[in-house]
């Protein structure tokens, strides 16, 4: 008799979780010179920290093979998408970061998202943060990637696409 895997009891886990949906979500959108952006990141509060789940369609595409995109990913300290035009997204403000550490181990730096003709999928566990500490705060898309070390913010180049996270009713 075959007993099941530790590995599947915590794929089994993920998906009883990921089931019963996210208990915070931010719709993404891009800005006005990336507003093919769009997609959900949902936010799933465990014990073990939060589940971060981001879909996103309409990113840019990389011209030549071998250098598809990878896009910084980070959610900031703003609660409003709102901006000028020098920074469409300016009301979005500097990354989450409550324990004044050096980047990357702000609380709000996420790993990249690593587009994939257009598309980007991410699933990651991280418990720098909890779901009540960034609801009501900003995800945004870099056009670039997180170099992980320039300080503050990793010289991700411009942010592209942003949404607000908020608290999703559940039924």
Excluded: W
């Excluded at 465990?46 to 996103?56: D, L, M, S």
């Excluded at 998202?113 to 609801?135: K, M, P």
């Excluded at 705060?137 to 870099?142: K, N, P, W």
């Amino acid at each position: 008799m075959n007993r099941p895997s530790r590995r599947d009891h915590s794929v089994a886990y993920l998906f009883s979780i990921l089931s019963g949906g996210p208990q915070a979500s931010a719709r993404i959108a891009g800005s006005g010179e990336f507003a093919g952006i769009s997609g959900a990141v949902r936010f799933y509060q465990t014990n073990k920290g939060v589940i971060v789940f981001a879909e996103i369609g309409g990113l840019p595409k990389a011209d030549l093979p071998c250098q598809e995109r990878v896009f910084g990913f980070h959610i900031h300290e703003g609660n409003d998408c709102e901006g000028n035009g020098g920074d469409p997204f300016a009301d979005a403000m500097s990354h989450y970061n409550p324990q004044d550490c050096e980047h990357p181990h702000h609380a709000g730096d996420l790993p990249p998202l690593f587009g994939n003709d257009g598309f980007a999928l991410s699933l990651f566990l991280t418990d720098r943060f909890s779901l009540d500490e960034v609801t009501g705060r900003t995800v945004i898309i870099h056009d670039g990637p997180d170099d992980f070390t320039t300080q503050p913010s990793g010289n991700s180049g411009t942010k592209i696409a942003c949404g607000v996270i908020q608290k999703t009713e559940r039924f």
